[in-house]
């Protein structure tokens, strides 16, 4: 894991391979340190605005994910005759075709360097295919179109979190992690209100059910932001052709600086092949995984919020109403907790935290049935999406070279942890209900575990960083390199 051999050369004597005492400034090739600052503002606000596109496309992505869950109880199971163990595969199956496609995405997208391209075509394919649902008239139909809907879902977060890496620092990439998983967390929000409103107003149009209308117009919507994607979103810094050429060497220089090689040379230096190999032999990002693993079981609340929302006692169109709320709040607490998790370049102890008032939360709804309370507990539990999405970011500070090796453990990670999700499709069956007890006790147990494996892997990073530290001390160098963040 240590890159200790790519985190030197900046910081060396000129004796020992570092800078040539005669560049007086390094950013003469921009005009000097104030012309650089400003092409650096300049290019971030042009990377941030064509970036955006992405939280648009997650929050369809995970419409079309859970759009199951919002048609439940609105005809979806009496129409395709399912039982709970039934509705249940439904969810699950998806993320078998999710996790087998994880890792040759990242490893594809990663030699191809034409994100621009790739994963718009997979977003259209996947709006066809949620589309598809709502001529589904039996369980196998509808299992075989939600197991390809999660094959090709497959190549947008990792593929994203890896685009993401490759254009922004440590220190920027936490913000930046969050804006994109927040279209995550408002989907539940956004796609609540869409279902309510189509689930209300199209039954029996045109003769279809209003069930199917909702996979139609979502799967359409899908469709048609797929086409506007491919002439907005960048490719990798050396593939952009939208760049100056000040632009494109400033590009390649920060992500040289952030980790003492750049990005394009490591790939050259090391294939697909090489990367593979190294992300898979290194344990922690095993253990990494199996962290994000537990929590997502945790949050697999995710997927039932309307049935949950419902247990408050109100009206169908209400309790899908009520699902908004929450994760406008938990939307909200993600963007505080990850600028300052950035400013202060910590990410332990805000990861935990947010995971400790899911567990509170998670208490309150074994605790009671009162409404007002229950209420605030789907608020807690929410926000535990906060702590998830600074421990990704925490995952990209951890493995940030070579290039290869990134793209394939974000793969992994993101990959192994929807085995989390396959799990927790299967712990909210309706006779555990109205209470849930039994659900939210394994939601606990999930967050306890997922918060000691947490803390293993920052006592892990201690020591690396204590290596760095003894190996800059017999070379001599007295500036501080590459740190691993706590």
């Known amino acids: 894991m240590s890159i200790s051999k790519y985190s030197y050369s900046a910081s060396l004597p000129p004796s020992k391979g570092g800078v040539d005492p005669e560049v007086i400034d390094p950013d003469a090739e921009f005009g000097g340190s104030a012309a650089r600052k400003e092409l650096e503002r300049k290019l971030l606000r042009k990377l941030d605005l064509r970036m955006s596109i992405l939280v648009l496309i997650y929050i369809l992505n995970y419409v079309d994910r859970n759009n199951a869950g919002a048609a439940r109880f609105r005809g979806l199971v009496a129409d395709l005759h399912l039982t709970d163990q039934q509705f249940a595969t439904l969810l699950s199956i998806l993320y078998v075709g999710y996790i087998i496609m994880q890792i040759p995405s990242n490893m594809f997208l990663n030699f191809t360097g034409k994100p621009s391209l790739y994963l718009p075509a997979c977003m259209a394919v996947w709006g066809m295919i949620s589309a ?62 869409l279902a309510s409103g189509i689930l209300g107003g199209m039954n029996n149009v045109l003769g279809h059910a209003a069930w199917r209308w909702l996979f139609y117009l979502e799967g359409a919507l899908t469709v048609f932001v797929a086409i506007c994607a491919i002439f907005i979103l960048p490719d990798f810094p050396s593939t952009t052709k939208w760049l100056s050429d000040d632009e494109r060497r400033l590009a390649l220089r920060r992500m040289e600086e952030d980790a003492g090689v750049g990005d394009q040379k490591e790939t050259e230096q090391g294939g697909l092949t090489h990367g593979l190999y190294l992300a898979v032999t290194d344990w922690t990002v095993w253990w990494f995984a199996m962290a994000v693993n537990a929590i997502v079981v945790s949050l697999s609340f995710n997927a039932y919020f309307p049935t949950l929302s419902a247990t408050l006692g109100y009206n169908p169109t209400v309790s899908l109403l009520l699902v908004a709320p929450p994760f406008v709040f938990a939307v909200i607490v993600t963007f505080c907790l990850c600028r300052h998790s950035d400013y202060k370049q910590e990410r332990f102890y ?7 008032a899911g567990i509170i939360g998670f208490i309150i709804a074994i605790s009671t049935m009162n409404t007002a309370a229950r209420y605030v507990s789907l608020f807690l539990m929410a926000q535990t999406f906060a702590g998830l999405v600074v421990m990704l970011a925490w995952m990209n500070n951890s493995f940030p070279r070579p290039p290869s090796k990134r793209a394939v453990c974000v793969a992994i990670i993101n990959g192994f942890s929807q085995l989390g999700n396959v799990a927790g499709s299967y712990i909210w069956p309706s006779s555990w209900g109205p209470t849930y007890r039994y659900s939210y006790g394994i939601c606990i147990a999930a967050s306890g575990t997922a918060i000691i494996m947490a803390w293993v892997f920052k006592q892990h990073l201690i020591s690396l960083n204590e290596k760095l530290e003894r190996e800059e001390h017999e070379k001599g160098i007295k500036e501080k390199g590459f740190r691993y963040l706590l």
């Open 350 to 356: 805000h990861i935990i935290g947010s995971w400790i």
């Open 132 to 193: 598809l649902t709502g001529i589904t008239t039996n369980f196998t139909g509808a299992v075989i179109t939600r197991f390809f809907l999660g094959f090709v879902e497959a190549a947008f977060f990792p593929g994203s979190l890896f685009l993401i890496s490759k254009w922004y620092k440590r220190t920027e990439i936490g913000f930046r992690t969050a804006i994109l998983y927040c279209g995550n967390i408002i989907s539940n929000a956004f796609g609540a209100l």
